[in-house]
Nanobody
Framework: QVQLVESGGGLVQPGGSLRLSCAAS????????MTWYRQGPGKERELVTT????????KYADSVKGRFTISRDNAKNTVYLQMNSLKPEDTAVYYC???????????WGQGTQVTVSS
């Protein structure tokens, strides 16, 4: 059974930090590109950052460059999102996504809420 379980969300003040985790199970984790998306209130879901199977390649949305860092631990089947210098506009539900283009499989987590507010 495939599962992606996000954790680490919460309420943080502007300028603060949070670390999200996404624990995967039920598939060969290192064969999947992992991506964090977010959906803010009244907004469409947007790509935040993505990382290749062995962590060699990463890509970030312009809005988070220099503040967010994606990483993965294939031994633990977990991808992380370190979020620093958080802004109110970072408030959103953050989703973990796993894609394998060769197997044409695409999995989503249930999301974790991040609220940045004073």
């Amino acid at each position: 059974q495939v599962q992606l379980v996000e954790s680490g969300g919460g309420l943080v003040q502007p300028g603060g930090s949070l670390r999200l985790s996404c624990a995967a199970s039920g598939f060969t984790f290192s064969s999947y590109v992992m991506t964090w998306y977010r959906q803010g209130p009244g907004k469409e879901r947007e790509l935040v950052t993505t990382i290749s199977g062995f962590g060699i390649f990463t890509k970030y949305a312009d809005s988070v460059k220099g503040r967010f860092t994606i990483s993965r631990d294939n031994a633990k089947n977990t991808v992380y999102l370190q979020m620093n210098s958080l802004k109110p506009e970072d408030t959103a539900v953050y989703y973990c996504n796993a894609v394998n283009i060769y197997e044409r499989t695409n999995y989503w987590g249930q999301g974790t809420q991040v609220t940045v507010s004073s």
